[in-house]
């Protein structure tokens, strides 16, 4: 919300809004200028004539039964974004995993190049300090969420997928109407436009989908694919092969973040340049400069020796992902503490999770982060720890369900040169602020 906040100020609207409680936002929104009332109440409303409101605020909120009362305009979240995104030339970025990376990614490309583009991105991309900035370009660069089907409203120029996974069946009920939800995501391109795709992973055609295909990759397949990747100090390197014609073009790319991950997110990235026909050696040196989004493997701080990284991942491919990158790095031991997200993806990826730790040396496991569901019976970090135990994790393992439990337990356990991974979509990265300002208490 605080990002659509911030893009209408600078589109030129009056733009006020309500919130619960102070935060960082909060703080961001006030300093551009954007009034924020704590506490939601009809008041609030006074003077306002359209009401944009979060899928979180349930009808009964008394600023929504005050908006109807008043017979104001009332636009979802994902409408509002649609209308910015489809007034201009949109670049949407939908998967399953990489969407913020990659949006992020494609902004300050885009930044760099003096196109001036408006970005709203799901999380904070490190350069901007922010999640979002309004800019005079043509080019709106937005994340497309799947998570609700709301992807659908956006009318993009260039449409991005970064891949399809089996993810967020409580709305889809399976996998077969996630895939095709994807392909009517892009299939609502422009006809003039683009659509760039994994090409590993996601398989279509210019004939499958009617509109231009552009693809992306490990495999020398696609029209952009990484040769000679390298890892190293938290870093990546790799040559990106341009295909021109019967002949490819060898552009060397220097990242400031790590793992085979963010190498496909750059390749993603760098394949909208592409499309736009833009200078591709400028790209690649303006790439570099990338430090990464909060929480996508974000270093917070030093413990005794040890580094405190805090990350987003919640699905097994992501953990996985992440794990990976870390692991290439790790100088002592590896330490993951993960919270599972929601009681429907515990259950539904079982399996999955059973198997995307291996690569740490001790895990612990939280109860779940229930992001408003209500529980499963039977479903829980326990639930959990049963299908590591199950799959044959070789390591360390510990189950500490109250989060207050685990600032105490890697106060007394982490060493010298150890990596501390903290990962989970919901409030575990408290555990972090806890642990790197010395308030655990045991």
Not at 92 to 99: C, D, I, L, P, R
Request: glycine share 8%; hydrophobic share 35%.
């Amino acid at each position: 919300m605080s990002a659509i906040a911030l893009v209408l100020k600078g589109m030129g609207h009056q733009v006020k809004g309500s919130d619960m409680k102070e935060s960082r936002y909060t703080s961001l929104l006030k300093n551009e200028g954007i009034e924020v009332i704590i506490g939601h109440r009809a008041q609030n409303l006074k003077d306002s004539q359209i009401v944009i409101y979060s899928a979180a605020i349930p009808e009964e909120n008394v600023e929504m039964v005050e908006a109807r009362k008043a017979g104001l305009t009332l636009i979802g979240r994902s409408d509002a974004l649609a209308q910015i995104l489809n007034i201009r030339k949109g670049i949407a970025v939908s998967g399953t995993h990489g969407k913020t990376t990659t949006t992020s990614m494609v902004g300050l490309l885009l930044r760099g190049l003096d196109l001036d583009p408006t970005i709203i991105i799901g999380g904070e991309l490190n350069e901007l300090g922010s999640n979002a900035r309004y800019g005079q370009g043509e080019y709106v660069v937005a994340e497309a969420c799947e998570s609700d089907g709301s992807f659908l409203k956006y009318n993009p120029f260039i449409s991005i997928v970064t891949n399809i996974e089996d993810d967020h069946i409580d709305h889809y009920k399976n996998y077969d109407a996630l895939k095709k939800s994807f392909y009517e995501f892009m299939q609502n391109t422009h006809q003039d436009g683009f659509v760039i795709v994994d090409g590993d992973q996601v398989k279509v055609s210019s004939e499958s989908i009617g509109r231009k295909v552009l693809s992306y990759g490990l495999s020398e397949k696609n029209d952009l694919y990484a040769e000679n990747i390298k890892h190293k100090n938290l870093q990546s390197s790799y040559d990106l092969m341009v295909r021109e014609g019967q002949s490819c073009r060898k552009l060397p790319v220097k990242l400031s973040v790590p793992g085979m991950h963010n190498v496909k997110n750059s390749l993603a990235a760098l394949s909208v340049c592409r499309c736009l026909g833009l200078d591709m050696h400028k790209s690649v040196e303006i790439i570099q400069y990338f430090t990464g989004t909060k929480r996508r493997f974000e270093k917070k701080g030093e413990k005794r020796g040890a580094l405190i990284f805090d990350d987003y991942a919640h699905h097994p491919s992501e953990v996985k992902a992440t794990l990976e990158a870390a692991y290439q790095d790790k100088k002592n031991r590896l330490i993951t503490v993960f919270q599972p997200h929601r009681y429907s993806r515990l259950s539904h990826l079982l399996k999955k999770f059973g198997t995307c730790f291996d690569l740490t040396d001790i895990l612990i496991i939280t109860d779940v982060y229930s992001a408003g569901e209500q529980p499963i019976p039977g479903v829980n970090g326990k639930t959990l720890i049963d299908a590591v135990i199950e799959a044959g994790f070789p390591n360390k393992l510990a189950y500490l369900p109250k989060l207050d439990q685990i600032s105490i337990y890697l106060e007394q356990h982490i060493c010298k040169d150890d990596m501390v991974l903290l990962m989970g979509a919901g409030d575990i990265t408290r555990v972090t602020e806890d642990l790197l300002k010395g308030t655990a208490n045991g």
